[in-house]
């Protein structure tokens, strides 16, 4: 780890996967004009060459979530590098933003936004489209799929149309685990099934030891995280993708997600989440596995610095293992995203922040160093060294073998702006207190999101 970052705090929060409701306002144009506005989205720019920041004091407006710490170290050194550039900085914790995002993104809107559940904010006019800075940049040459999560068409489905956010990095879930908690159980590497899983987690519950904390309280769902793992070694991460991007037809009850959401309450109805797992939040689940009080739990690769540094050596982390060895396998990964408010004050400065996030190579280390995660950005692009052993290691490792494998799904929590909050967040917490099974769990968000999308 270089010098100059070794000092960087590294703690991050789940909720960088999460996101909740988002109410549909009017359309806005971005102030000034010059853009031609496209059918159900905003405006988008007309530029005169290259976006830069130029010469002149800027200060960009920027909105962020509480407790990642990746966006501060990143403005930090923007402003090294360009002088004339600082950085006005709001933080606000997820639920507040996803709560507010609609208002904040008209009524105040800042620079660059870390947004929730994308869909209604590009499609009510909110926020601005990337495309032409695309080809401006050449982030259209890029690897398509870095950027397909983030493009929404003119009837607010995902994964096509025009590009209305960036991603700071391109995150991935999977299972971190003690190292020497797993020996005392037997677990030497990490397992090659699903039932060789099974057994590490009841020998651990068998010594005595809590196989799985898992964050599951108040508005956090976060039993979604091994539900939708589980959802991959079931089964294909084509159709869930479907389902999160709105296609037509698409539905999350399915049988092989019935077999993967009973898969969950086994493991709940055998006691392998800790007995508080419906009051436990995220920095608890985190606090616990540091601090050697749970064998594994469930979260991702922005996890990786802050463990290589609060448990070196002592951490590991592994790919949702499938159900017969050497098949399919998948993971949640999506893009720490934010977008540019359709009537931000310095578009173009914003834009060139967020292509120098992804091509700068000072940045690309932060990206790696403090996020814990793979840039975005080129397929060739400059890649920073990192330890052999680490857990940052294995993670990029990960997301490597899930990127070849095309197994990388975005989260179910985005399907709709809602459909976090208000349905899979409270079944998956009466699923843990015995009020609902797998099959009335699908049921019951499958029917909240069709009356959502309007299916």
């Given at each position: 780890m270089s010098q100059s970052h070794g000092h960087r705090s590294r703690l991050y929060l789940a909720t960088g996967l999460l996101a909740a409701s988002g109410l549909a306002l009017v359309a806005c144009a971005p102030p000034g004009g010059g853009g031609t506005a496209d059918s159900g989205g905003?405006?988008?720019?007309?530029?005169?060459?290259?976006?830069?920041?130029g010469e002149e004091d800027v200060v960009l407006d920027m909105y962020i979530e509480t407790g990642f710490p990746l966006p501060k170290e990143l403005a930090d050194e923007f402003t090294d590098q360009y002088p004339n550039v600082t950085f006005d900085i709001r933080e606000d914790q997820f639920a507040v933003?996803?709560?507010?995002a609609p208002r904040v993104l008209q009524d105040s809107p800042p620079d660059l936004m870390r947004l929730p559940q994308m869909s209604e904010l590009a499609s009510s006019g909110l926020l601005l489209n990337l495309d032409p800075y695309a080809e401006a940049f050449g982030w259209t040459d890029w690897p398509a799929s870095q950027l397909e999560q983030l493009r929404v068409d003119d009837e607010g489905r995902r994964g096509d149309g025009p590009l209305y956010a960036m991603g700071l990095n391109f995150s991935m879930t999977g299972v971190f685990y003690?190292?020497?908690?797993?020996?005392?159980?037997?677990?030497t590497e990490p397992p090659a099934t699903l039932e060789e899983f099974d057994g590490y987690l009841a020998a651990a519950r068998d010594a005595g030891l809590t196989p799985i904390a898992q964050f599951n309280g108040g508005a956090t769902g976060g039993l979604l995280f091994p539900l939708q793992l589980l959802m991959a070694s079931y089964g294909e991460t084509a159709p869930i993708n479907d389902w999160i991007f709105q296609k037509e037809g698409a539905t999350i009850d399915t049988p092989d997600n019935l077999e993967a959401a009973e898969h969950l309450q086994g493991w709940v109805e055998e006691g392998f989440f800790a007995d508080d797992v419906n009051s436990m939040d995220y920095s608890q689940m985190m606090s616990r596995f540091i601090g050697g009080e749970s064998v594994f739990i469930f979260?991702?690769?922005?996890e990786s610095g802050n463990l290589d540094t609060q448990m070196p050596d002592n951490a590991g982390f592994f790919v949702m293992p499938p159900l017969e060895e050497g098949g399919a396998i998948g993971a949640m990964s999506a893009p720490l995203t934010y977008g540019i408010s359709a009537n931000a004050e310095n578009p173009d400065c914003a834009a060139f922040f967020l292509n120098w996030v992804a091509t700068d190579e000072t940045a690309r280390t932060i990206t790696v160093e403090v996020g814990g995660s793979h840039p975005m950005g080129p397929a060739d692009a400059f890649m920073p060294e990192v330890a052999e052993g680490s857990v940052t290691a294995e993670t990029l490792a990960a997301g490597t073998t899930i990127n070849d494998?095309?197994?990388a799904m975005d989260f179910i929590a985005n399907a709709t702006g809602a459909i976090y909050a208000q349905s899979w967040t409270p079944n998956v917490q009466r699923l843990v207190a015995g009020e609902q099974d797998a099959a009335g769990l699908l049921s019951a968000v499958q029917t909240d999101y069709e009356a959502e999308v309007g299916q």
């Open positions: 905003s405006a988008a720019p007309t530029l005169d060459g290259a976006p830069t920041c933003i996803t709560q507010n003690n190292k020497e908690l797993a020996e005392q159980i037997g677990m979260s991702g690769d922005w494998a095309d197994g």
